[in-house]
């Protein structure tokens, strides 16, 4: 991956050229993204990442040409737009996308649920921040309830082994660090 960073705006400008490219060749394509692009935007417009996590939901020819291309023009790794986390989603459907609708592409973003459940299972430092958005973006109280939402969606249908209590023990430390930051999470953590 390269160092370059992508903000709200440039990662729209970015899936609306890959669009454009799509509609000149009468294609079109469904991406469902996650991570830091579905945190910039959906949840923290100030957001930025290394690269586009997505999962192809539907394509009619001519995506990937049309990434490759804007990788290209604009200087970008050949891996601002992948499907590495794909590994690392619930095999439950998320019901609760934000849909962006760009001509020839249709960017959908993993509801706040759906993040948390990813966020908490891997619990990269980026992770503490962004969870605390999401936690608030909820109204998540307690850390059994956020563990709650992890465990629903990475059920016994995922392939892997999690002790549930690994997700507890994520959740507390998010709220341990934000009440160490002075941002509690909770009215009595």
């Known amino acids: 991956m390269s160092d370059r960073l992508l903000g709200r705006d440039e990662a729209i400008s970015l899936l609306q050229e890959v669009g454009k490219i799509l509609t000149s060749k009468g294609a079109e394509a469904t991406i469902y993204v996650v991570g ?4 910039a935007l959906e949840y923290d ?11 192809i939901r539907n394509d009619t020819g001519h ?3 049309a990434v490759s291309q804007v990788a290209h023009r604009h200087g970008l790794d050949p891996e601002w737009l992948n499907t590495s986390a794909v590994a690392f989603m619930s095999n439950e459907p998320d019901t609760a996308t934000t849909d962006i609708n ?3 592409l249709r960017v959908s973003v993993a509801s706040a649920r759906h993040l948390i459940a990813m966020k ?6 980026r992770d503490m ?3 605390e958005v999401l936690f608030r973006s909820e109204g998540i109280s307690s850390p059994e309830e956020a563990a709650a939402i992890h465990d629903e969606l990475f059920g ?4 892997g082994y999690f002790d549930p209590e690994e997700s507890l023990y994520a959740a507390r430390a998010v709220f341990e660090r934000a009440a160490q930051l002075g941002r509690p999470l909770a009215e009595n953590p």
């Open 120 to 125: 908490l299972r891997s619990l990269r430092a």
């Open 45 to 55: 417009s100030r957001r930025i990442t290394r690269d586009v996590d997505a999962q």
């Open 63 to 65: 995506f990937w040409e």
């Open 102 to 104: 760009l001509p020839g």
């Open 129 to 131: 921040d962004d969870l």
């Open 36 to 39: 830091g692009i579905a945190m």
């Open 156 to 159: 016994e249908s995922n392939i």
